[in-house]
């Protein structure tokens, strides 16, 4: 193949005339062009690491410290009272070189740790501005004076353009609850699911443990925040995530769907490459830590941590544990397209290739009609299966020759496109389409999309995009700011009259290589093994995606109710009406206020929302004692997300009691019963708007429709949902079809009527 003979630099043969070399000019000079990007990215980073070491400081602030020291020493006026003189003396070779030579050297010296001094100072007085987290439960709208000072000193000490990691070292650690603050929201949290006879044993659960082990576990858990950068996040990756040996597919990935509101282009190959490129584009941005990191309110920064394993990353499957794969560059993306892998390098003579030049390439796969190898079609059928087959099939075949290239050459890549020969649409008059939208990016067709990757990008045969995305490296707030900033790249970029992208090709555009595979019969057969378990799965999976645009945040706000707060609330209600009872909540908030935070749990199901919902459903409650009940519900339900946020949250810290107890090998009833109550209704919230730069004033048909996930219990409810705008709120609803007592489509209609109760009620 020719583009495997321009990959040879060069070649010799050996005659009666000698040795005979013949060098490749093209191919030495992407060797160099190669070697220069790298040193180019690791110089970046040492300057990046350095910046972010003095942060709050700049580099240049040294140079002023300098020159405030000498011009005082100059003056005959000691700045250092005596440090520099004790230099002169004592550093040896000092005497040697004499005054004034001395006396600058010791100046130097003088300012560099001054310099320090300050930064350090500065630093941990910031970490611990840091922990103050009292604005966030102030009234809207009134501020404290302990507040306004804090946020003056807070802005007094943050530097100019942070970088994406310049806040790193001055986040503060996640505090571990007390024990006893943990326990009293636990059982405050299970009293509406709870008769009384229930509850009593569970006090007594909670008492017992509170006053037995529960001291020790907690003593472990404190020493354990001491050392550790976060105490959760290491033990929540690996127990939650990656020693799971169940299929990932469905029970772990989320996926997203495309701004459906606008169709940009049918061509499939024009917008592969548009989206292709943005996606670079957000990469170099986070290799050049030019992307800020996000501040709330503007002030305070959140962890930025995630965003390192985002490209370039891939799950390794093991039989008692996966590990994540990171490569700290790639020059290339792998792509699937009807059965057959490509390796497509995104570089060409040390530079970016443009969309134009993406599009060529990706073309020449769609026009590509060579079949795939045997078993190649439904090869990601094993990242989409259990892990062990996968990880044992792996060792087996994909340990060396060309199986361990081909898998080396996908799962070092920047990330997966697939493209899909399906296409799929969006009208407001059949929710049928958007629900297939969704099952695709969900889980496709189970051998589509490689599951172990970060991201694979989807983009269907008519335009449309989408992704799945691994969980164990990030949540969905990363995923959903590079999507995000996807959209507006794609709009800014657009395409010409024929639906092809802008610009002309100049240079030839380096060939896809097709991946090469030799995978014996036995390999196939794990193949089709994990494809039927894929199969039963997705045939399992219930979706329906429910778009509400009857009104959306903007009524919301008129009726002094935070949005999530009131879409919790809906949903309480139409879980109520669907089931008949209430069910442990979860819904997901953040922990990324403190260093390498994750995600905490809100439990939605309260003592106030279950009065509420009953309220709603009691006809002879009267409409103002309703509403009454609803406030009461969402502020206690904002209450305890803000605790989630803050670091007084339950769940995770029960969750690391549960670990400190199994590495003890101490059985706790309590623990133990916790650990296994099901989340009927696992709830989450698709951030928007992460970026300043998509205008959904001036663009509101660029929003994108969120994303989704699996159920999570057998007899539940998975609901994601995204307030897209000021009248329009997207849900993402998934159960199993196996359940009797579960129907998507079903809870979307409880949910759409839930909605427009509550309009009723705070309708004049």
């Given amino acids: 193949m020719a583009e495997a003979h321009s990959a040879v630099a060069f070649s010799f043969t050996v005659d009666d005339e000698g040795v005979n070399v013949r060098l490749n000019h093209e191919a030495l000079h992407a060797v160099w062009q190669s070697g220069v990007r790298s040193w180019k990215k690791r110089l970046g980073r040492i300057k990046n690491q350095f910046h972010n070491g003095v942060y709050p400081a700049s580099p240049a602030s040294w140079l002023f410290t300098l020159t405030i020291v000498l011009a005082f020493y100059m003056a005959a006026i000691d700045p250092s009272f005596g440090f520099i003189s004790f230099l002169q003396a004592h550093v040896p070779g000092m005497e040697a070189i004499g005054a004034p030579k001395s006396e600058y050297i010791g100046c130097l010296i003088y ?32 501020v404290s004076i302990i507040t306004k000072a804090w946020l003056l000193l807070v802005k007094l000490l943050e530097g100019p353009k942070p970088r994406l990691y310049s806040y790193q070292g001055s986040l503060p650690k996640l505090p571990v609850p007390s024990l006893a603050q943990t326990m009293k929201q636990y059982l405050r949290s299970v009293r509406p699911l709870c008769d009384d006879e229930k509850y009593q044993r569970m006090e007594n659960l909670v008492q017992e443990f509170k006053s037995g082990i529960g001291r020790k576990l907690q003593w472990y858990l404190v020493l354990k925040s001491w050392w550790a950068t976060n105490y959760v996040s290491d033990w929540w990756e690996e127990y939650v995530y990656l020693r799971g040996r169940s299929p990932i597919m469905v029970n772990s990935n989320f996926y997203g769907v495309d701004a459906v509101l606008r169709h ?27 992307l800020g990191p996000i501040m709330l309110n503007k002030t305070v920064p959140l962890c930025s941590w995630q965003y390192e394993r985002q490209f370039n990353t891939s799950r390794v499957p ?12 790639s020059k290339h993306i792998a792509v699937y397209h009807k059965g057959r892998y490509f390796k497509v390098y995104i ?14 390439m990706l073309q020449k796969i769609l026009d590509n009609q060579d079949e795939p190898a045997a078993g190649e079609k439904h090869l990601a059928a094993l990242t989409a299966g259990d892990r062990i087959p996968w990880a044992r099939a792996r060792a087996d075949y994909f340990a060396k020759g060309v199986n361990k290239a081909s898998l080396d050459a996908i799962e070092k890549a920047a990330f997966v496109v697939a493209l899909d020969e399906d296409e799929q649409n969006f009208d407001r ?3 049928n389409l958007l629900d297939a939208f969704g099952r695709s990016m969900l889980h496709g067709k189970g051998y589509d999309r490689w599951f172990d990757k970060s991201f694979t990008l989807v983009v269907c045969s008519n335009g449309r995009i989408g992704f799945n995305a691994e969980h164990s490296w990030a949540d969905a707030p990363c995923m959903a700011h590079c999507w995000e900033h996807c959209m507006f790249l794609d709009d800014a970029y657009g395409y010409r009259d024929d639906g092809h992208t802008k610009g002309e090709v100049t240079t030839q555009p380096p060939n896809p290589i ?29 979706l329906h995606l429910l778009m509400h645009d009857a009104y959306g945040k903007g009524f919301m706000k008129k009726c002094k ?34 260093r390498e935070g994750r995600t905490e749990t809100v439990r939605s199901c309260s003592v106030e929302s279950s009065a509420f919902a009953r309220a709603m459903e009691n006809k002879s409650v009267s409409k103002a004692e309703c509403i009454k009940l609803m406030r009461k519900a969402t502020e206690r339900h ?19 009691l549960y670990v400190v107890s199994k590495y003890l090998g101490i059985e706790s009833p309590f623990l133990k019963e916790v650990l296994s109550e099901p989340w009927r209704l696992s709830t989450s919230q698709t951030p928007h708007q992460q970026t300043d730069k998509l205008d959904l004033t001036k663009n509101p048909d660029l929003i994108s429709a969120g994303g989704g996930f699996g159920p999570v219990a057998d007899d539940g409810y998975g609901v994601s949902y995204i307030v897209a705008g000021e009248d329009m709120i997207f849900f993402h609803i998934s159960s199993k079809r196996s359940c009797a007592e579960t129907d998507s489509k079903r809870f979307g209609r409880t949910i759409q009527r839930s909605l427009q109760d509550l309009h009723e009620l705070f309708s004049p």
């Avoid at 310099?115 to 439960?137: E, Q, S, V």
């Avoid at 003579?349 to 993406?358: H, N, S, Y």
Wanted: charged share 20%; glycine share 6%; net charge negative.
């Fill in 347 to 360: 570089y060409t003579k040390g530079r970016l290739l443009a969309p134009c030049e993406i599009e060529v």
């Fill in 638 to 656: 904002q209450d305890g997300y803000r605790a989630a946020m803050t670091g007084g949250g339950i769940d995770r810290h029960l969750f690391c």
């Fill in 514 to 542: 097709k991946l090469q595979w030799e995978l014996p019969e036995a390999c196939q057969a794990a193949i089709s093994n994990s494809l039927a378990v894929a199969q039963d799965l997705i045939n399992d999976v219930d």
């Fill in 429 to 431: 008059d059949d929710p």
């Fill in 561 to 594: 109710v935070s949005p999530d707060a009131f879409i919790q609330m809906a949903l309480q209600l139409a879980y109520y009406r669907d089931a008949g009872k209430f069910c442990l909540t979860y819904e997901a908030s953040m922990t990324r206020l403190y």
């Fill in 264 to 290: 940009a282009t049918t061509n499939q190959a024009a917008r592969a490459a548009n989206i292709i490129y943005a996606m670079l584009q957000f990469r170099r941005l986070i290799d050049r830590e030019d």
């Fill in 111 to 142: 300012s560099v740790v001054l310099w320090f001094t300050f930064i350090l100072l500065f630093k941990y007085t910031l970490k611990a501005l840091l922990t103050y987290t009292g604005w966030m439960h102030e009234p809207r709208g009134k």
């Fill in 318 to 329: 093991g039989v008692e544990t996966d590990t994540l794969k990171h490569v700290m560059d």
